[in-house]
């Protein structure tokens, strides 16, 4: 990292950041987790999980664009691979914990499972940032991100059993990924096709979980 005390160097404005089209992604990323968040407080599950497929989305797409901006420097691609790190502990870590905290009635009994998700999507992302892929292809854990897209996933079956198996099932899941997350396996890391696919599971899931918003469902 380059050493920007040299009172002769003179560090861009935080807001600057804001003019990098991957980085106003990234943000859109964020006001969707937060979004997410605020949905799973006041109990309307499926306004949440749309704010979090979206957040998996613009998670999926900064990268994209970022790789198309030929003039990007130094200092704009290592404070993009910050802000992408931070938003995902927010996006796939604390959202996840939020929902699992709600849907349980914050119960005391759900704050375990609340900390493990946090915790293990901030020992993975420190990891990632320190080491990197373990290969040109391959992360080692689960990649953070795929905990928004289980997670979303599993709100599909929501209405197919009871909210006592389902509580069960939810809390399982987000332990399962946390440990996922921070296992010592290797997951392969998708290219463009992987793209494609998480746009097809985004639209698939935003019209799902619309549907299940409309008056006459609601």
């Known amino acids: 990292m380059p050493d920007l ?21 990234s943000l859109a990323g964020l006001l969707s987790a937060v979004l997410a968040i605020y949905f799973a407080i006041v109990g309307n599950f499926p306004a949440s999980m749309i704010g979090l497929i979206l957040a998996v989305f613009f998670d999926w797409s900064d990268g994209k664009i970022a790789k198309r901006i030929k003039s990007r420097t130094d200092n704009q691609r290592m404070f993009g691979g910050q802000l992408d790190s931070l938003i995902d502990i927010v996006s796939f870590g604390v959202c996840p914990a939020i929902v699992l905290l709600s849907y349980g009635d914050f119960s005391p009994w759900f704050i375990p499972g609340a900390f493990i998700i946090v915790a293990a ?33 599993l709100f599909v079956f929501h209405d197919l059993v009871s909210t006592s198996v389902f509580t069960t099932l939810l ?30 599971y985004t639209l698939a899931l935003i019209l799902f979980f619309g549907w299940q918003l409309l008056p006459a469902n609601v």
């Open 5 to 25: 005390s040299d009172s002769a160097v003179t560090p861009p404005t935080i807001f600057s950041f804001t003019r990098d089209l991957a980085n106003l992604c």
């Open 121 to 153: 999507g901030v020992l993975r992302l420190s990891y990632f940032n320190v080491y990197g892929l373990v290969s040109e292809s391959s992360y080692q854990g689960l990649a953070i991100d795929n905990n928004g897209i289980f997670l979303a996933l």
């Open 171 to 200: 809390y399982l899941v987000i332990v399962a990924l946390a440990v996922l997350n921070v296992a010592p396996i290797r997951t392969p890391k998708l290219g463009v096709y992987g793209y494609y696919g998480v746009s097809a």
